[in-house]
Protein backbone atom coordinates (compact mmCIF):
# COMPACT_ATOMS: atom_id res chain seq x y z
CA UNK A 1 0.00 0.00 0.00
CA UNK A 2 1.09 3.35 -0.87
CA UNK A 3 1.83 6.24 2.45
CA UNK A 4 -0.82 8.21 3.76
CA UNK A 5 -0.96 11.66 5.08
CA UNK A 6 -3.16 11.88 8.15
CA UNK A 7 -4.34 14.87 9.88
CA UNK A 8 -3.92 13.88 13.78
CA UNK A 9 -6.94 15.15 15.79
CA UNK A 10 -6.19 13.45 19.29
CA UNK A 11 -3.58 10.71 20.36
CA UNK A 12 -4.38 7.97 22.85
CA UNK A 13 -1.54 5.14 24.06
CA UNK A 14 -2.09 3.27 20.96
CA UNK A 15 -4.25 4.97 19.24
CA UNK A 16 -4.94 8.34 17.15
CA UNK A 17 -7.98 9.89 15.76
CA UNK A 18 -7.16 11.33 12.75
CA UNK A 19 -8.42 12.98 9.74
CA UNK A 20 -7.33 12.74 5.60
CA UNK A 21 -6.00 15.65 4.12
CA UNK A 22 -7.98 14.79 0.42
CA UNK A 23 -11.48 12.83 1.56
CA UNK A 24 -12.03 14.66 5.10
CA UNK A 25 -12.94 11.28 5.65
CA UNK A 26 -12.40 10.50 9.94
CA UNK A 27 -9.84 7.25 10.83
CA UNK A 28 -8.48 5.56 13.94
CA UNK A 29 -4.73 4.82 13.40
CA UNK A 30 -3.45 1.89 14.99
CA UNK A 31 0.47 1.87 15.84
CA UNK A 32 2.85 0.98 18.12
CA UNK A 33 4.73 4.37 17.58
CA UNK A 34 2.31 6.49 17.99
CA UNK A 35 3.43 8.12 21.02
CA UNK A 36 5.92 10.86 18.76
CA UNK A 37 3.42 12.58 17.20
CA UNK A 38 1.07 15.60 18.71
CA UNK A 39 -2.44 16.45 17.62
CA UNK A 40 -2.56 19.29 14.85
CA UNK A 41 1.07 17.42 13.45
CA UNK A 42 0.21 15.62 9.45
CA UNK A 43 1.56 11.87 9.81
CA UNK A 44 3.27 10.03 7.10
CA UNK A 45 1.53 6.52 7.34
CA UNK A 46 2.66 3.39 5.56
CA UNK A 47 -0.41 1.43 5.92
CA UNK A 48 -0.99 -2.07 6.73
CA UNK A 49 -4.53 -3.05 7.03
CA UNK A 50 -7.63 -1.34 6.75
CA UNK A 51 -10.95 -2.08 7.66
CA UNK A 52 -14.49 -0.69 9.00
CA UNK A 53 -16.25 -1.99 12.55
CA UNK A 54 -19.78 -0.45 13.53
CA UNK A 55 -19.53 2.42 11.49
CA UNK A 56 -15.77 3.40 12.10
CA UNK A 57 -13.14 2.98 9.70
CA UNK A 58 -9.45 2.05 11.25
CA UNK A 59 -5.98 1.87 9.70
CA UNK A 60 -3.40 0.04 10.99
CA UNK A 61 0.47 0.83 10.05
CA UNK A 62 3.54 2.49 11.08
CA UNK A 63 4.45 6.42 10.78
CA UNK A 64 7.13 6.98 9.10
CA UNK A 65 7.30 10.90 9.81
CA UNK A 66 5.35 13.85 10.75
CA UNK A 67 5.34 17.21 10.19
CA UNK A 68 4.00 20.62 11.14
CA UNK A 69 1.99 21.90 7.59
CA UNK A 70 -0.08 24.76 8.55
CA UNK A 71 -0.77 25.43 4.46
CA UNK A 72 -1.98 21.57 3.81
CA UNK A 73 -5.18 22.48 6.74
CA UNK A 74 -6.71 24.74 4.87
CA UNK A 75 -7.67 26.75 7.94
CA UNK A 76 -9.62 30.39 7.56
CA UNK A 77 -9.08 33.23 9.02
CA UNK A 78 -12.05 34.42 11.53
CA UNK A 79 -14.74 37.16 10.37
CA UNK A 80 -15.23 39.92 12.65
CA UNK A 81 -18.14 38.19 14.24
CA UNK A 82 -16.59 35.14 15.23
CA UNK A 83 -13.29 37.07 16.30
CA UNK A 84 -15.53 38.96 19.24
CA UNK A 85 -13.89 37.83 22.12
CA UNK A 86 -14.52 39.78 25.88
CA UNK A 87 -11.34 41.32 27.12
CA UNK A 88 -11.05 42.36 30.55
CA UNK A 89 -9.38 45.57 31.27
CA UNK A 90 -7.28 46.41 34.32
CA UNK A 91 -7.47 49.93 36.15
CA UNK A 92 -6.09 51.08 39.09
CA UNK A 93 -8.92 52.41 40.81
CA UNK A 94 -11.14 49.62 39.98
CA UNK A 95 -11.00 45.54 40.11
CA UNK A 96 -11.24 44.17 36.92
CA UNK A 97 -13.85 44.72 34.54
CA UNK A 98 -15.25 43.25 31.39
CA UNK A 99 -15.55 45.93 28.47
CA UNK A 100 -18.89 46.01 29.20
CA UNK A 101 -17.87 47.69 32.75
CA UNK A 102 -19.78 45.07 34.96
CA UNK A 103 -17.16 42.99 37.27
CA UNK A 104 -16.71 40.08 36.49
CA UNK A 105 -16.16 38.89 39.90
CA UNK A 106 -12.28 38.37 40.38
Not at 58 to 75: C, F, H, Q
Request: charged share 25%; hydrophobic share 40%; net charge neutral.
Amino acid sequence: MLPVDLLILSVKERAARCRTLKGRRTITLRAKDIWGIVPGEIATVIPNKFWSFKGHQYLSGEVSASRMDIASLELHPMDDQGARFLIPEVRADKSWEDTQGESNGL
